[in-house]
């Protein structure tokens, strides 16, 4: 009896290793698996044995029956998982084909470089503030202690919307007259106020007629100019790079006293001299100063309680230096092909 | 332009290095653009020997030239050159202007060891027709052969060319102002010129009347001299006014500018005879004529100052002279005129009639007093001495000048805060004394003097502390933080939304555009969606500069050509920028524009294209995003330059908002969509804030139905009719097809049911379903396709 079953033990496992495909793997099972299969015909052997037989042989048979089952398994598996490797494989792409182009835009790079600095005046707590294009004199002028007549209004020529009392506002210090005036002479004031700006000049690769600048402002008690300073290396650090140091230099603006004008360390050939910074080492980035009294008072506050400064960058000379821009009409023409690459974060 | 050997008569600099000098100014604040020494090196005085004519040239000379050390023989090809006259000799090493060396060589078979030169060819006059004709210089000197040329010439000074900030353009224009400046970076001491001269017995009074008939002259000084005799300037005002950039006239002229450019206030000289008896300061007539002499006619108007001998003008005050009053050759008695005009009126003038000479700038910028009468006393004292003038006794003065000192009173503690060094009474003292301001220290107190030759500075502390802080040196400042509390600055206004919408929008694929605020007419007259009137500039730059837009889309289309002319072929831009109108009300917009593909994959033919539908949903999204969902619709609408069929109005809360549409093809015949929003109407709008919403937790019921409707009835009319009889179970109703047949279109909806709270019956369904099958129908006159 064991001999029969060692035969289609051997002969089963036989057939199973050589079938072909997944149906006759199935069909191996149903032949020798099935009721009439086979091995359960074995079984009716079972009757012609005593106790002791029937235990043993039942152990053989079940021996038997997992055995070929397993065999089954492996080989079905075998079969099913070449299947899907060839279905995978038929399925190949080329990963190397162009992707589908996600529309994205690019931001203005003056408007890159706007937002830049507000992150930085906002860390300090600086507010963002806005204000009108069209202007009144008396906060374009004279309330910044530029009273009429003044030469410093020839050098601002302005375009005048009516005479001598609106304008297309030629600075964004109005903005600082307003909020100053809206702070009631009261309370302490931070802010910048970067916006469009419009002077009378003829356009060409170093001129605009119109053109954005970066002002701030900070009022309070028993501040001082190395406030400034020490505000405006801040700055430097993070739009040139933290080895980029900086220094004051006299200078005079009617709405500021003491007034400077602020370098910075080269940052192409840090201070040894280059054609950009003209063999100096330091390159001018802005004009800044101690608050006028005049200004102060004007505006509500009483300058021997109160004092500031202000300040004062060109979002086009900023973004010029930075990125290497050598025509001011860049930022207003909009080449797609150029602000395409501004669509991405700095270092 | 300032001569270092001039400032040596006020201020010793004998010791200093001048270029690290010129740092230090530079550094206190008054900027020395340019350093120059005019030096010329090889040059000498030379002695003609002998002259003779060379064999082989019909115009040139061989000459046998004593340049000290030896006698040379040089050629020289001047009409000019002969024996006994001194010459300046390039010798071999010098180097002229244009990088030219002279060499030792031979001209013509001669030797030649070096050149005799003419003062053009040392960059010392204008090169014209005039100066080449004079030939070589013959110098009238008693210094001898071999003496250093530049010794002779002036050329042995140092020069600062200068580029100030306007208001230290006051008192660093002229010698002694610049040498104060000198004096506190040094911390030396100023000497002034000499000014004593004898006065005759005879006086102007019994020459001329003073008459100011105007309140634009606060101040008018005049004094007589007689008997000048009109010759060449003394060597030293002749080089000096060449350093300085000026040209020696005679020697009555050259010592008014000569003493212009020491006290920095311009005299004016008037031929007595010419003059008459009177002198009549006063506003000019409209149209009023004069000849200045430049020999100009020029036409005066109402603003002008004018000095007049009582009935015409013989000076545009501050400006220029008068033909008619001229010194000349034959002038034998001036009179001086040394006063101060309003700077404004003067400057206008001046810019009117473009007549911007060394007088006017100097008016223009406002003069001191003391200095005024310094200036007339020194040019008193000039005349006797280099022009044989007697002075007449007396002064004819009109005074109307607020001789109130400046005095500012602060504390020390004051500007240590300004500045943020902590200063000591004493270190005031030591940089008031080096600044030459007169001062009390009382009790902690500083009262201080301005001296009115620092028209600049203000009485009030921060002035002060700017001087202090400038010649201690900025360099030297600390850098600390504002001692204030910490914070997160926020976006006022509406710069916020702005940035939000600017963020959106570039993530929504438009480029972020910055176009002109000043627009031609032409342009300006475009996309006029609403009923507003630009500002027109009433004196602009160009035409294509003159208006003041209303609208940002015309401007688009400048950019959309601009790229197109570049071969971009997708333009997808935005711009957000402010508009105004003629009542100078503010509106900021965003406008946008689309052309060409959106997302792009040509080679799965997937790209999708920008049309109409795709601008909606940006806009969509962008208002959804605001907070505004379900808030707005768009309105079928005609607008100028846009497709009449293919154009709508913006509503949100039935407020108009903008505008979308095709452009015209009869303006742009390309696919471009464009659109604009008012981004002040958005800031106004208030937003719920937001709030979590779970999501249904029960199946949904989904429904499609279309319906048969004419081609022109629009889809909005049948949708609103379904979600209002669909009531509260329908969730969402959307078009998920179109089908259009001759005069008719087939719109499909598919209808979503639900309930949040419950499991939704096919029974009720059918039931809200039916009715709004009747109600679509009775309502709309749109047909259920079956």
């Known amino acids: ?347 | 332009m300032i001569s270092l050997n001039w400032c040596k008569d006020y201020v010793d600099i004998e010791n200093e290095d001048l270029h690290e000098l010129a740092v230090k100014i530079t550094k206190a604040g008054v900027n020395v653009e340019k350093v120059m020494d005019a030096r010329i090196e090889h040059l000498v005085i030379g002695e003609v020997k002998e002259c003779v004519d060379h064999p082989d040239s019909d115009h040139l000379h061989v000459c046998q030239v004593d340049v000290g050390d030896k006698v040379t023989q040089i050629v020289c090809g001047a009409s000019n050159v002969r024996k006994g006259i001194k010459v300046l000799v390039a010798l071999p090493g010098c180097v002229l202007p244009g990088n030219f060396e002279i060499k030792a060589g031979s001209i013509r078979g001669q030797e030649s060891n070096g050149m005799i030169c003419a003062l053009f060819e040392l960059g010392l006059e204008e090169k014209n027709d005039e100066t080449y004709a004079k030939g070589i210089a013959e110098l009238d000197t008693d210094l001898p052969a071999g003496t250093d040329a530049n010794i002779y010439l002036g050329t042995d000074d140092t020069v600062y060319e200068l580029d100030i900030h306007k208001h230290r353009n006051n008192d660093c224009y002229y010698h002694i102002g610049f040498a104060y400046e000198i004096a506190s970076i040094l911390n030396k001491k100023v000497t002034l010129p000499e000014a004593d001269y004898k006065e005759d017995k005879d006086s102007i009074d019994k020459y001329v009347s003073l008459k100011v008939d105007t309140d634009k002259c606060p101040y008018y000084t005049a004094k007589m001299v007689k008997n000048v005799v009109i010759k060449e300037s003394p060597d030293f005002i002749k080089k000096r006014l060449i350093a300085a950039g000026m040209r020696p006239i005679n020697n009555v002229v050259d010592i008014s500018n000569y003493v212009m450019l020491e006290y920095g206030n311009p005299l004016h000289f008037f031929d007595a005879a010419k003059l008459g008896k009177e002198i009549l300061v006063r506003q000019a007539e409209e149209n009023e004529p004069i000849t200045t002499l430049d020999n100009q006619d020029r036409v005066l108007t109402s603003g002008d100052i004018v000095i007049t001998d009582g009935k015409k003008p013989v000076c545009i005050a501050g400006v220029m002279g008068g033909l008619n009053t001229d010194v000349d050759e034959t002038t034998k008695d001036i009179v001086i005129e040394a006063a101060i005009f309003d700077a404004v009126s003067i400057r206008y003038t001046a810019a009117r009639l473009d007549l911007k000479s060394e007088a006017s700038i100097r008016y223009g910028k406002g003069l001191s007093y003391e200095y005024t009468n310094a200036a007339m006393d020194r040019a008193c004292y000039l005349l006797e001495k280099y022009a044989d003038a007697t002075v007449l006794s007396g002064k004819l003065v009109h005074d109307k000048v607020d001789k109130t000192p400046k005095v500012v009173e602060f504390k020390t503690e004051e500007v240590s805060i300004l500045l943020g060094l902590e200063l000591t009474d004493k270190d005031v003292e030591t940089e008031l004394d080096r600044l030459m301001f007169p001062y009390e220290l009382n009790k902690g107190t500083f009262k201080v003097t301005i001296p009115t030759r620092r028209l600049d500075i203000d009485p009030n502390v921060n002035d002060i502390a700017e001087e202090i802080g400038r010649l201690y040196g900025y360099e030297n400042l600390e850098s600390t933080l504002p001692r204030v509390p910490v914070r997160r600055g926020r976006y006022i206004g509406d710069v916020g939304i702005r940035k939000e919408v600017s963020k959106r929008l570039r993530l929504l694929g438009l480029n972020e555009t910055k176009t002109y605020t000043l627009t031609s007419p032409e342009m300006a007259k475009l996309f006029k969606y609403e009923d507003k009137q630009p500002v027109v500039l009433p004196n602009p730059m160009s035409s294509d500069k003159s208006v003041i837009r209303t609208t940002i889309l015309p401007s688009l289309i400048n950019v959309y050509e601009y790229n197109k002319a570049r071969k971009v072929e997708n333009i997808n831009i935005y711009e957000i920028a402010k508009t105004y109108d003629s009542e100078y009300n503010e509106d900021s917009k965003i406008a946008m524009l689309m052309k060409g593909s959106y997302s792009i994959n040509n080679w799965q033919h997937t790209t999708t294209k920008c049309d109409f539908y795709i601008l909606k949903g940006i806009i969509e999204n962008l208002l959804d995003y605001l907070g505004f969902k379900n808030r707005y619709t768009f309105v079928a609408s005609e607008i100028p330059e846009l497709h009449p069929g293919m154009s709508a109005k913006i509503l949100l809360d039935r407020e108009e908002i903008g505008v979308i549409g095709r452009v015209h093809p009869s303006y742009k015949k390309e696919e471009i969509y464009v659109a604009e929003l008012s981004l002040t109407k958005l800031y106004n709008k208030t937003i719920k804030p937001l709030k979590y919403k779970e999501a249904s937790k029960y199946p949904e019921i989904e429904k499609d139905m279309a319906y048969v409707v004419s081609k022109d009835v629009e889809s909005s009319v049948i949708q609103d009719q379904i979600k209002k009889s669909g009531g509260r179970l329908l969730d969402s109703v959307e078009v998920f097809d179109i089908y259009e047949m001759d005069n008719e279109k087939s719109i499909a909806y598919k209808l979503i049911f639900k309930d949040p709270s419950r499991t939704l019956s096919d029974e009720e369904v059918m039931e809200v379903f039916n009715k709004i099958i009747n109600e679509v129908e009775a309502k709309t006159g749109a047909k259920l396709r079956s």
């Open chain 1, 1 to 347: 009896m064991k001999e029969q079953v060692e035969k289609l033990k051997s002969e089963v496992l036989q057939k199973i290793e050589s079938a072909k495909d997944l149906k006759e793997v199935n069909d191996l099972r149903v032949e020798y698996l099935g009721k009439k299969g086979p091995i359960n015909e074995l079984t009716s052997h079972m009757r012609e044995l005593d106790a002791k037989g029937k235990k043993e042989f039942g152990m053989v048979l079940n021996d038997l029956k997992q055995t070929v089952t397993a065999a089954l398994d492996e080989k079905k598996n075998a079969f099913e998982t070449a299947e899907l490797n060839a279905k995978l494989q038929s399925e190949k792409i080329d990963v190397t084909l162009p992707a589908t182009k996600i529309p994205v835009g690019a931001p203005n790079i003056l408007e890159k470089i706007i937002e830049e600095v507000e992150e930085v005046f906002m860390s300090m707590g600086y507010d963002v503030v806005d204000g009108p294009e069209i202007e009144e004199d008396k906060y374009n002028f004279e309330m910044l202690n530029i009273p009429k007549g003044h030469p410093a209004r020839d050098a601002q020529d302005t375009f005048y919307i009516e005479d001598e009392s609106i304008l297309l506002r030629s600075q964004t210090s109005p903005v600082q007259v307003r909020t100053m005036l809206a702070a009631g002479g009261k309370e302490p004031v931070r802010m910048i106020c970067p916006g469009k700006t419009y002077r009378r000049d003829a356009d060409d690769a170093t001129h605009s007629h119109q053109f954005m600048q970066i002002e701030g402002l900070l009022v309070d008690k028993n501040i001082r100019l190395s406030d400034l300073k020490g505000t405006f290396d801040v700055i430097a650090k993070k739009l040139f790079g933290e080895d980029c140091v900086t220094r004051f230099r006299p200078s005079y603006y009617q709405f500021t006293e003491p007034s400077v004008e602020t370098d910075i360390s080269c940052f192409v050939c840090k201070g040894k001299g280059c054609p950009l910074c003209k063999n100096t080492g330091w390159i001018t980035v802005s004009g800044a100063g101690m608050v006028h009294p005049n200004v102060l008072r004007g505006c509500g506050y009483d300058p021997k309680e109160w004092s500031g400064f202000a300040f004062g960058f060109g979002a086009e000379r900023l973004a010029m230096l930075k990125y290497g821009i050598n025509d001011i009409r860049t930022f207003y023409q909009t080449d797609l092909r150029e602000s395409a690459t501004f669509d991405r974060k700095d270092v």
